[in-house]
C-alpha cells in the first residue's frame, strides 16, 4: 500500500469515528443516508432471502458494509491525492481531499435523500458543519499521517521507528472509538433483540421489555413530544392538528391485539402480544370529514416509513388504532412514541411508528416495503408454533408437557393439533381462552412417548373460519412464511 492509501485510510476510519461521534449529536451518518436508496433498488426476492438467512443480523451486516464501503472510498481517495500534493502542494492536496467527498454528499446524497442541497430541509445548517468537520479532520489526518510516514524525510532511526506505530496507533484509536459507540448495539440487535428474553412456554401478554422490535432504520428517530403533533390532511373538510395533549384527551380505547413482523419465519420469535391504548382510526377521520372522491387513508411517519389503506376498510374496523400507549405506558420510543398505527390481522408492516401525518387521498400512496415486492394487502397468514420443549432437548421418559402458541390474525383460531410422528398422525391441544379476538391463542397437551428414540414433533391449526393452516414452505417474501414448524428431540 502506497503511503498515500495508508494515509487514506488510517484518515477515513478517523473521519468515521467523527462521524459516529456526530451521530450522537444527530448527524444522520452515511449507512442511514444510503440505506433507503439502496434498500429501493434491492431485488425483493434478494432482500427476502437475506432476512430469511440472516434475520437481525443482516442489518447489522449491512450497517458494517456500508461503512466499510466508506472507508474503502476514503482510502481511495487519499490515493488519488497524491498526485495533486506533488504537482501542487500538499495543502491544495489536503483542501480537495476534505471538499470533494463534503460536496459531493451536500449536492447530490442529502438531496437525494429528502434533505434538501446542504441537507437544510433536514438538519438545518449544523447537517454540512458536521459534515465538513467529518472530512476536514480525514484530511488533516491523512495529510499528517502521509508526511510522518513520507520515506524521504530526513529523520533519526529511533524517531522514524516511533513514526511507523503512528498510523497503526491512530488507526486503533479510531476503532476503539467507532466500536465504543457502535458495537454495544450490534451485538444487541445480532445476539439480543429484545424478543430473545423469552424461552418456555409464552404468557399471554409478553412483556414490554420483550415485545418484538423491527425497524428498516440503522438509528431509530427519537421524537420529543414538546412541538409534536399529529397531522389528518388531504380531501377532508376540517383538517385536524392534535398535539399529544389533544390526541390523549379523545376518548380512548384499549385492546389486546397480537403483532407479527411479515419477515417472521414458521416458529420464529417476531410475534408478540399487548395491550394498545388509542383512538380508533375511523374516529379520527369522522372528526376530519372525508370528502368526496377520498379513497385512500396513506400514513407518513418520522423516518421516511409511509404505509396505505382503503379508506372504507378504515372506517369499517373500528380496532385500527392510532395508539399511545402499550399495557399502561406511553409507547417507547424503539415502539414508536409518540403515536404508531396498530392495524390488526395484518401484518406489522401495515402500522407505521413515530406517525406525523394521516392522507385521506383519492389515490393510495407505495408503501415502503410494497415498492421491494411485499404484499401490498399483508394479511396474517395462519401460524403456530412449539415453545416447549425446545428444539434438540433431551427428554426423560413420562409425560412430556408441550406448549406453544397459535395465530390467524382476526379470523381467530378454533383448533391446534400436534404430531409426535412427523405428520403421520395428528392429536388435538387444549386451547386457552384468548384475550380478544385479535390475539393469539396458547395452546398446551401432554405427551407419553411410547419408547426412547428420536422424534419429530410437529404443530398445525385451523383458523376461526375452519380452514387448516397450509403445510406447503414458503418464505417470508413476499406474503409471509408458510409450512408446520417442527422440532426434533430425543428421548432417554
Not at 429528502?114 to 449544523?126: A, D, N, S, T, W
Not at 390488526?344 to 387521498?361: S, T
Not at 408441550?402 to 400436534?418: D, H, K, M, N, S
Request: charged share 15%; net charge neutral; hydrophobic share 45%.
Amino acid at each position: 500500500m502506497t503511503r498515500a492509501a495508508l494515509a487514506g485510510l488510517v484518515g477515513g476510519i478517523v473521519g468515521i469515528a467523527v462521524m459516529e461521534l456526530a451521530a450522537l449529536a444527530g448527524l444522520q451518518p452515511l449507512p442511514a443516508l444510503v440505506q433507503e436508496p439502496l434498500l429501493s433498488h434491492l431485488p425483493g426476492p434478494l432482500f427476502g432471502f437475506l432476512i430469511d438467512t440472516l434475520q437481525h443480523a443482516g442489518k447489522v451486516l449491512e450497517e458494517i458494509g456500508l461503512l466499510l464501503a466508506m472507508l474503502a472510498v476514503l482510502t481511495a481517495l487519499g490515493a488519488v491525492a497524491e498526485p495533486v500534493a506533488r504537482r501542487s502542494s500538499a495543502g491544495a492536496a489536503t483542501l480537495a481531499l476534505a471538499a470533494v467527498p463534503w460536496l459531493l454528499i451536500c449536492l447530490v446524497l442529502l438531496p437525494l435523500t429528502g434533505q434538501g442541497f446542504f441537507g437544510l430541509r433536514g438538519g438545518g445548517v449544523l447537517t454540512p458543519v458536521a459534515w465538513a468537520l467529518v472530512f476536514v479532520v480525514d484530511a488533516a489526518t491523512w495529510r499528517a499521517v502521509r508526511e510522518e510516514v513520507d520515506p524521504t524525510a530526513t529523520v533519526d532511526p529511533g524517531r522514524r521507528r516511533l513514526l511507523r506505530l503512528l498510523p497503526a496507533g491512530v488507526a486503533a484509536g479510531g476503532l476503539v472509538l467507532i466500536g465504543a459507540i457502535r458495537a454495544p448495539d450490534w451485538l444487541r440487535q445480532a445476539f439480543a433483540p429484545p424478543e430473545s428474553g423469552l424461552s418456555g412456554p409464552v404468557p399471554a401478554i409478553t412483556p414490554v421489555r420483550d415485545f418484538y422490535q423491527v425497524t428498516k432504520n440503522f438509528q431509530d428517530p427519537v421524537v420529543p413530544v414538546s412541538g409534536w403533533a399529529l397531522r389528518v390532511t388531504g380531501l377532508v373538510g376540517r383538517p385536524l392538528h392534535l398535539t399529544y395533549a389533544d390526541l390523549t384527551a379523545i376518548p380512548p380505547v384499549t385492546e389486546a391485539v397480537t403483532l407479527e413482523c411479515i419477515s417472521n419465519d414458521v416458529g420464529g420469535p417476531l410475534m408478540s402480544t399487548g395491550r394498545f391504548t388509542g383512538v380508533p382510526l375511523r374516529d379520527l377521520l369522522a372528526m376530519a370529514e372525508p370528502g368526496t372522491g377520498a379513497r385512500a387513508v396513506n400514513f407518513r411517519a418520522r423516518d421516511g416509513y409511509t404505509e396505505t389503506l382503503p379508506l372504507a376498510t378504515a372506517l369499517a374496523e373500528p380496532s385500527i388504532l392510532v395508539a399511545y400507549r402499550l399495557d399502561g405506558q406511553p409507547l417507547l420510543p424503539a415502539h414508536g412514541f409518540p403515536a404508531r398505527m396498530v392495524i390488526p390481522g395484518r401484518y406489522g408492516m401495515k402500522g407505521p411508528k413515530w406517525l406525523d401525518q394521516i392522507e385521506v387521498a383519492a389515490t393510495p400512496l407505495e408503501g415502503f416495503w410494497e415498492e421491494q415486492g411485499w404484499d401490498p394487502q399483508a394479511v396474517v397468514r395462519t401460524t403456530s408454533r412449539i415453545d416447549s420443549p425446545r428444539n434438540g432437548a433431551i427428554l426423560r421418559p413420562g409425560s412430556v408437557p408441550l406448549a406453544g402458541v397459535a395465530f390467524a390474525g382476526t379470523r381467530g383460531i378454533q383448533a391446534v393439533e400436534w404430531s409426535a410422528d412427523g405428520g403421520r398422525s395428528w392429536s388435538p391441544a387444549e386451547l386457552a381462552t384468548p384475550l380478544s379476538p385479535l390475539t393469539w391463542v396458547l395452546w398446551r397437551a401432554t405427551w407419553i412417548p411410547g419408547r426412547p428414540g428420536e422424534y419429530r414433533l410437529m404443530v398445525r391449526a385451523r383458523d376461526g373460519h375452519g380452514q387448516l393452516q397450509t403445510r406447503d414452505p414458503a418464505p417470508t417474501f413476499p406474503g409471509g412464511a408458510t409450512g408446520y414448524h417442527a422440532i426434533s428431540v430425543s428421548v432417554t
